[in-house]
Each structure stands twice: as C-alpha cells, then as structure tokens.
C-alpha cells in the first residue's frame, strides 16, 4: 500500500490555501509607520511610539543567538554611532562597530497570521530586518522587544509587543471607515444575487408555480454541492501535483 502521508499533507495544503484565499488580507503601505487593513478593518499605526527626543525606542537589546546589540526606533529615522538616519542598527561591543541593517525609507508591510510585519532593507540593500508586531490589548502595558537575532545570512529578526501595534479605525476625510474594494465587490455580488432570487420568484408566482418551484433555475441549485465537490476534487489534484508529485490511484 502507498503511504498516505503525502495525500493527507495535500489536503491540509489544500485547505490552508483555500482558507487564506478566502480570510487573508493585506496591510497597504500608508507612511514607514502605518499601513491600512485592504479589507477595511483599519489601520496599524505606530507614531504613538514616541522614543525620547534623540535615542531609540529601543536601544542596545541583546540577540537571543549572539553578542550583538541591536537598537530600532519605529517612524523617526534615529543616529548611534557611525549608524546614521537609520531604523535598526546593530552593535558590535567587542569592536566597537555598528552596522546599518535597515532604514525608514525602505520600510514594508506584510502579514504573517494575524500579526503585521515591517521589513527594512538597509541603504546599501546588504542586510534585512524584519519586524513583527504582535498586538497588547492591555493600554498600559509598556511596549517590548524581543530581538531574535540574525536568523539567517544578513537577515535580522525581532518582535514588538505593544498597545499601539494593536488595529484601529482608519478614516476618511468624511470620518467613517473606508470600505476596502473586495468588501465592495462582496456587497455588490449579494446585492444581485438578492434581487435576482427575488426576480426569479415573482417571475414564477406570475407562472403560477408553487413550493420548491417557487425558486428560479432550481435544477442547478440543487446540482450546486456536487459542482462544488467536483470543484474541490480537481483544485487538491493540481495542489497535490504540485506541491508533492502525487497522483491517487484509480
């Protein structure tokens, strides 16, 4: 018998991609501190992170993997050494070094599960940090760092945990929250779908019809599931092909 280790790891494959086709979203690039929710949701903004005037929010927090210090101020581009209008610099006590490893300019946003992430490139392009900010639903807790270190080849990670890495509303000039343009294309699609249900059945009552026949087309919305089914069996084949080679057996 065939292992079915790779079929049942399609399958989860399968669904984890059609579970982020339909619930992922995207954090658009407002300003190197804020980015805005492209389903409407809101917005992430770090300004509230206010450093004393002339250091880092963050400064010389030590790698979980080595000696290094490193220092990150969010929005406000800082200086540390021969660092210079930088967002992270890294120090090297032994020799006293530092190291650019990303600047506010080439700041950029992502997701990774719920979280936002901001990634800065450094000036010469050599070197990465990324940044992940996990949401504090407690106001009064004070924001931390945890500095990972450099976790492969010039690629640096740490995780911000604050109050002010937490969503809020992002509004317009009118003061109401933005509709994003999938939330627009879903309201316009039940819309239709709305009225032409109801189309459908006054169009039937005037046929005299009654009961199930009431519903416009019902042949094909009663094929649904098994289109559906068909659907899903031939999107986990193309998945399992290629993703891991593997085709059932007939």
């Given at each position: 018998m065939k292992p079915q280790t790779p079929f049942v790891a399609c399958v989860l494959f399968a669904i984890a991609t059609v579970g982020t086709m339909v619930t992922g979203k995207n954090c658009n690039y407002k300003s190197s501190c804020s980015c805005v929710f492209d389903d409407g949701s809101g917005m992430v903004d770090l300004s509230a992170l206010k450093p004393t005037p002339g250091?880092?929010?963050?400064?010389?927090?030590?790698?979980?993997?080595?000696?290094?210090?490193?220092?990150?101020?969010?929005?406000?581009?800082?200086?540390?050494?021969?660092?210079?209008?930088?967002?992270?610099?890294?120090?090297?006590?032994?020799?006293?070094?530092?190291?650019?490893?990303?600047s506010q300019s080439n700041a950029a946003f992502s997701m990774t599960g719920d979280d936002v992430v901001v990634t800065y490139i450094s000036d010469d392009g050599v070197r990465k940090t990324v940044v992940t900010l996990q949401c504090n639903t407690d106001p009064a807790a004070s924001p931390s760092i945890t500095v990972a270190g450099e976790t492969s080849t010039a690629v640096y990670e740490m995780t911000v945990n604050a109050h002010q890495a937490c969503a809020v509303p992002s509004t317009g000039?009118?003061?109401?929250?933005?509709?994003?343009?999938?939330?627009?294309?879903?309201?316009?699609?039940?819309?239709?779908?709305?009225?032409?249900?109801?189309?459908?059945?006054?169009?039937?009552?005037?046929?005299?019809?009654?009961?199930?026949?009431?519903?416009?087309?019902?042949?094909f919305w009663i094929d649904v599931p098994s289109l559906i089914k068909d659907g899903w069996s031939l999107t986990m084949l193309v998945v399992c092909r290629r993703q891991y080679g593997y085709v059932s057996a007939k």
């Amino acid at each position: 018998m065939k292992p079915q280790t790779p079929f049942v790891a399609c399958v989860l494959f399968a669904i984890a991609t059609v579970g982020t086709m339909v619930t992922g979203k995207n954090c658009n690039y407002k300003s190197s501190c804020s980015c805005v929710f492209d389903d409407g949701s809101g917005m992430v903004d770090l300004s509230a992170l206010k450093p004393t005037p002339g250091t880092p929010m963050f400064k010389d927090q030590p790698s979980q993997r080595d000696y290094y210090l490193f220092s990150y101020n969010p929005c406000v581009p800082f200086n540390e050494g021969t660092c210079t209008n930088v967002a992270v610099c890294q120090y090297d006590p032994r020799y006293n070094v530092y190291y650019e490893i990303g600047s506010q300019s080439n700041a950029a946003f992502s997701m990774t599960g719920d979280d936002v992430v901001v990634t800065y490139i450094s000036d010469d392009g050599v070197r990465k940090t990324v940044v992940t900010l996990q949401c504090n639903t407690d106001p009064a807790a004070s924001p931390s760092i945890t500095v990972a270190g450099e976790t492969s080849t010039a690629v640096y990670e740490m995780t911000v945990n604050a109050h002010q890495a937490c969503a809020v509303p992002s509004t317009g000039s009118s003061g109401s929250a933005s509709l994003s343009g999938g939330s627009v294309m879903l309201i316009i699609f039940f819309s239709l779908l709305l009225t032409y249900m109801l189309a459908g059945v006054a169009f039937n009552v005037v046929r005299k019809q009654s009961g199930m026949d009431l519903i416009p087309n019902r042949n094909f919305w009663i094929d649904v599931p098994s289109l559906i089914k068909d659907g899903w069996s031939l999107t986990m084949l193309v998945v399992c092909r290629r993703q891991y080679g593997y085709v059932s057996a007939k």
